[in-house]
Nanobody, 128 residues
Framework: QVQLAESGGGLVQAGGSLKLACAAS????????MGWFRQAPGKERDFVAA???????YFTNSVKGRFTISRDNAKNTVYLQMNSLKSEDTAVYYC??????????????????????WGQGTQVTVSS
């Protein structure tokens, strides 16, 4: 069992930056692939970024070049650095985790049903 807790959300002006963090419980964080999703009001929860256990990263096209994802296994934490924020980045951001043993994740890390554990989310609001 893994528990996830996001932090770092807030209100920022367009063009600004925020860094989200997701802290995981347990002693086996390094065995989990991690992802970030976001959900805007009235919309589906969409993939943003993911990072594998060996730190290979993946991004949805709309955030490439603006967002980075990283992990610190010593701190059981995954980060999402968001730069050049736009109003369309406004959403609740969720982190998610899945065991590296789930082989299907590597071909479908952008799908919600590939993840086993979810955090409660943190609100990001970008004002224009």
């Amino acid at each position: 069992q893994v528990q996830l807790a996001e932090s770092g959300g807030g209100l920022v002006q367009a063009g600004g930056s925020l860094k989200l963090a997701c802290a995981a419980s347990g002693r086996t964080f390094e065995t989990y692939n991690m992802g970030w999703f976001r959900q805007a009001p009235g919309k589906e929860r969409d993939f943003v970024a993911a990072i594998s256990t060996n730190s290979v990263t993946y991004f949805t096209n709309s955030v490439k070049g603006r967002f980075t994802i990283s992990r610190d296994n010593a701190k059981n934490t995954v980060y999402l650095q968001m730069n050049s924020l736009k109003s369309e980045d406004t959403a609740v951001y969720y982190c998610a985790a899945v065991s590296k043993r789930r082989s299907s994740w590597y071909a479908a890390m952008d799908r919600k049903n590939e993840y086993e554990y979810w955090g409660q989310g943190t609100q990001v609001t970008v004002s224009s």
